[in-house]
């Protein structure tokens, strides 16, 4: 138990494109789903907070417009990079949270990443 | 902002040879988590340690938490070249936060 997914792994893209990335559990419900992002040979720095059906949390120097997060069900969250350039390269994970405490309550289950590469 | 720091940054041993490494927080926890990423991966959970817990074990895994020098190591026995990997800690802070703040982490290799 307690899988999420990503989707797509790897996505290269044109300069001023955007990117839509999904994140999804996979066998429990997430009231709760983290966007993380990690430049290379650095830690992961937390990007936004996306709750079930309301708006997501942003963390202190994320641009929401640039950075937009849907979590319309509790399965299934999205971050879309609008507008992409190049210094948005980088590699994205997310988190689910389960809620409900038919796995694990509280803990935080990762996703395998999505490398974006904006030429 | 970034709250664990490891140590060393990096840490290059032979197969066989245990592997400590460490972390440091600054603020209040419920409680401290340990990671491993292999190179360009997600992130795999590997050992939770709760505030009123002074140690834990899970297989090679050795987890100390010293809450008073607000401190975490995690020793790794008997390495395997497949144990090569950085290795990240993570805490959440106390008042209900869900958030995870990472550290820089270590980065470990395993020479066979």
């Known amino acids: 138990g307690a899988v999420v997914s990503q989707h797509p792994s790897r996505v290269i893209c044109k300069s001023g494109t955007s990117v839509k990335i999904e994140c999804r559990s996979l066998?429990?419900?997430?009231?709760?789903m983290f966007w993380y992002r990690q430049f290379p040979k650095q830690s992961l720095m937390l990007m936004a907070t996306?709750?079930?059906?309301?708006?997501?949390?942003?963390e202190q120097g994320v641009e929401k417009d640039k950075f937009l997060i849907n979590h319309a069900s509790l399965t299934l969250s999205t971050l879309t990079v609008t507008s992409a350039h190049p210094e948005d390269s980088s590699f994205y994970i997310c988190?689910?949270?389960?809620?409900?405490?038919?796995?694990?309550?509280?803990?935080?289950?990762f996703g395998p990443g999505t490398r974006l590469t904006v030429l | 902002s970034q709250q664990g720091e490891e140590d060393p940054q990096a840490l290059s041993i032979q197969e066989g040879e245990n592997a400590t490494m460490n972390c440091s927080y600054k603020?209040?926890?419920?409680?401290l988590q340990w990671y491993r990423q292999n190179s360009g991966r997600g992130l795999v959970h590997l050992i939770l340690?709760?505030?009123?817990?002074r140690e834990k074990h899970s297989g090679r895994l050795r987890v100390t938490l010293d809450t008073s020098k607000k401190s975490s190591s995690l020793l790794i026995t008997a390495s395997r070249a497949a144990d090569t990997a950085s290795y990240f800690c993570?805490?959440?802070?106390?008042?209900?936060?869900?958030?995870?703040?990472f550290g820089k982490g270590t980065k470990l290799t395993v020479n066979p």
């Open positions: 988190s689910a949270r389960d809620g409900s405490g038919m796995i694990s309550y509280n803990e935080q289950f």
């Open positions: 066998d429990f419900q997430a009231t709760t």
């Open positions: 996306s709750n079930e059906g309301s708006k997501a949390t942003y």
């Open positions: 603020t209040s926890i419920n409680n």
């Open positions: 340690i709760r505030s009123n817990e």
């Open positions: 993570a805490t959440d802070a106390q008042g209900g936060s869900e958030k995870l703040v």
